[in-house]
């Protein structure tokens, strides 16, 4: 993948899963389904959640890669795995480079609107939110249908009063538009959340430098 694909992705789990402040659904563990548009093209993912750990899940081309974050926002590991090409890599952020990727990301306010509709059966309304640092405007439709854990929040969605079904992800300069399919409560796969022990650990500028980009 490219740098500007790993961006988007980057940014994608650390905006995975949200919690919103009431609810009717409480989800401790299960599964989130979205799609988001990735190099001109529609991309299935899932984020898998419990209320340690996240992991986001998504194929593209030949690779499977799964991004691992933990509930304190400290940790976080790129997993790439590309069997036609032997590929298993396992890239480690360091506490340095995690705090970079948050501090990086938009500073906002939000302004709820009385505009309502349905999304994925959810019922959402829409909050404008305003950029501090570039004055930029994005919808962004919420829902106070479901809770889930704080795993993987992103810090810029945190006060928004509501789970986003339908919103903006950014990273590094990158964004990308997501839609939260459904949200079906069961246990992840073993192994979710690990490394497997025959991944290669690698720094993210090893991955970065394999994805085409410093």
């Keep these: 993948m490219n740098i500007k694909f790993f961006n988007v992705a980057l940014g994608l789990a650390l905006t995975a899963t949200a919690m919103s402040a009431s609810a009717q659904k409480k989800y401790t563990e299960g599964t989130i389904n979205l799609t988001t548009n990735m ?4 991309v299935n993912a899932k984020g898998y959640f419990r209320a340690d750990s996240n992991a986001f899940a998504f194929t593209a081309g030949p690779a499977t ?9 400290k940790s976080m590991a790129i997993l790439v795995d ?12 360091t506490p ?7 501090a990086d990301m938009p500073t906002f306010t939000f302004a709820p609107s009385t505009e309502t509709k349905q999304i994925s059966g959810f019922n959402c309304k829409k909050v404008v939110a305003t950029d501090a640092k570039t004055k930029k405007t994005y919808d962004i439709w919420v829902t106070n249908d479901v809770v889930v854990p704080i795993t993987g929040i992103a810090k810029y969605y945190r006060e928004i009063g509501g789970f986003p079904v339908q919103y903006t992800s950014f990273s590094q300069g990158q964004s990308t538009d997501v839609t939260v399919k459904s949200i079906v409560e ?26 085409g980009g410093r």
């Design 96 to 102: 340095d480079e995690v705090d970079q990727a948050q």
């Design 39 to 42: 190099r001109g093209q529609e």
């Design 65 to 73: 890669i799964k991004i691992l974050t933990d509930a304190s926002g």
């Design 82 to 93: 590309v069997p036609v090409a032997s590929i298993k890599k396992a890239a480690i952020a």
């Design 186 to 211: 069961e246990k992840a796969p073993a192994g979710t959340f690990g490394i497997p022990a025959d991944f290669e650990k690698i720094s993210l500028d090893d991955l970065k430098a394999m994805s």
